[in-house]
């Protein structure tokens, strides 16, 4: 099956600088890639995605690019701000299994330091 | 996004008493649900997927007949904890998705078995 696996699993950074999480994944097969962001004791918030067929996507100062090749997609948050602090995962959608499955990453935390 | 909307947001209950945690989706038709359980500073871990009218399946190692989970309409699906222990206590959360590959979550619902 699936297996995703994230890094790092701790970041910290200066308000205003980059952000970069990464993540791989072992099934060549799966085709949709989100990212999460979860803030303590809530659920967790869809912030972008990517599928299998376009390798980089970008939404305001958050973008993700994808290599299908070497099976990575990370996550790039430029310009942080403290509101940004929170938990990450990246999670993969195996295309074998139902539509909205997903496997997620161990998580990153990110600590964005005014 | 699309709206998950999952009920209660905190529980505490008696050891071998039974919890039951409602996942609603506010302004779609939810074809499928799923389950997930996180422990504190860990990833979400998938126990369970439903399809409305359908029975359950459940991940490796998780007793279908302790966590009882019920998709009887398109917009809500149910988890029971039945006979609960302190073992169960976690935070669980659900999630929804229309057929699309997004999967869209709730609040998640803190759980403390006493």
């Known amino acids: 099956g699936e297996n995703v696996e994230q890094h790092p699993s701790t970041l910290s950074v200066q308000e205003g600088d980059s952000a970069v999480i990464k993540c791989t994944y072992s099934d060549s097969a799966s085709n949709y890639f989100p990212w999460y962001k979860q803030e303590l004791g809530k659920g967790p918030q869809l912030i972008i995605d990517?599928?299998?067929?376009?390798g980089e996507k970008k939404d305001q100062r958050i973008a993700v690019t994808l290599n299908k090749t070497a099976k990575h997609f990370s996550l790039h948050i430029t310009e942080t701000q403290p509101e940004d602090s929170a938990v990450y995962f990246c999670?993969?959608?195996?295309?074998?299994?139902?539509?909205?499955?997903?496997?997620f990453g161990q998580g990153t935390t990110l600590q964005v330091k005014p | 996004g699309a709206v998950v909307s999952q009920h209660p947001s905190r529980v505490i209950c008696k050891s071998g008493t039974s919890v039951k945690i409602e996942c609603r989706s506010l302004?779609?038709?939810?074809?499928?649900m799923f389950w997930y359980r996180q422990f504190p500073k860990q990833s979400l871990m998938l126990m369970a997927t439903?399809?409305?009218?359908?029975?359950?399946?459940?991940e490796q190692g998780v007793e279908k007949d302790k966590f009882l989970i019920n998709h009887a309409s398109l917009t809500l699906s149910t988890l029971t904890v039945t006979s609960a222990h302190p073992e169960d206590s976690s935070f669980y959360i659900c999630?929804?998705?229309?057929?699309?590959?997004?999967?869209?979550f709730g609040q998640g619902t803190r759980l403390t078995v006493v």
């Open positions: 999670a993969a959608s195996p295309s074998s299994g139902n539509t909205g499955k997903l496997i």
């Open positions: 302004d779609f038709q939810a074809t499928t």
């Open positions: 999630s929804a998705t229309g057929g699309r590959p997004e999967a869209f």
């Open positions: 990517i599928r299998s067929n376009v």
């Open positions: 439903s399809n409305e009218g359908s029975k359950a399946t459940y």
